[in-house]
């Protein structure tokens, strides 16, 4: 699955080039020219990384980092016109990863982006648990049998934590209902499948945001279930 990354930037000119070369190394990128509506946008939706301009109108880019880092973990790279030190120190200590300075290479700038998902991958590996499955904010202790969405944790049914682990111990994965079945409640496919539709049903409505784009078990029409890694 592509990277998403989101833009706060008000100079549409420069978050269209900044676009323009992400996608093209295969990014999934959004656009916000306002401060307030960027910053609603990483709240609420779940980014791999953010571009974000220091300065902006009404709010600035200190503010933002301030607020989406007490949330977020995700890398933070500040883009600004400015080069002076005591910026760099305040945006550092407010959580920033890093500072690209206008104008810049966008090729530069599609490197620092690749660097620095790479470096966060590496770091989220190397600190996972044992036993533990974690993807996009959602965390499947397979030992303590807990599932937790952005720290919070979410009550499952023994079937309904069995199901989610299985889908997503197997990422990218199509399983038909009759798999599911089998391999879930120990029967065969003779047995009623409409209840993987039940459980399914239950999972999602604990852990997907939004009921019309499911991020985490997708419906592969025809086939069954795809837990989506």
Known sequence: ???SILIIEDDQS????????LEIDGFQVEIANEGEIGLELALSNQYDLILLDLMLPNIDGF??????RQEKDIPILMVTAKYEDHDKVRGFGLGAND???KPFSPTELVARVKAHLAMYDRLIQKEKPKGEIAIRGLHINLLSRQVYLHGQEIEMTNKEFDLLAFLASHPNQVFSKEQL???IWGLDSMGDTATVTVHIKRIRKKIE???TNFQYIQTVWGSGYRFNG
């Open 181 to 183: 079945f089998e391999g």
């Open 209 to 211: 945001k939004d009921p």
């Open 14 to 21: 420069i978050a269209e080039i900044e676009k323009d070369f």
């Open 99 to 101: 500072y690209i300075v």
């Open 1 to 3: 699955m592509s990277k």
């Open 63 to 68: 503010q933002i980092c301030k607020r989406i």
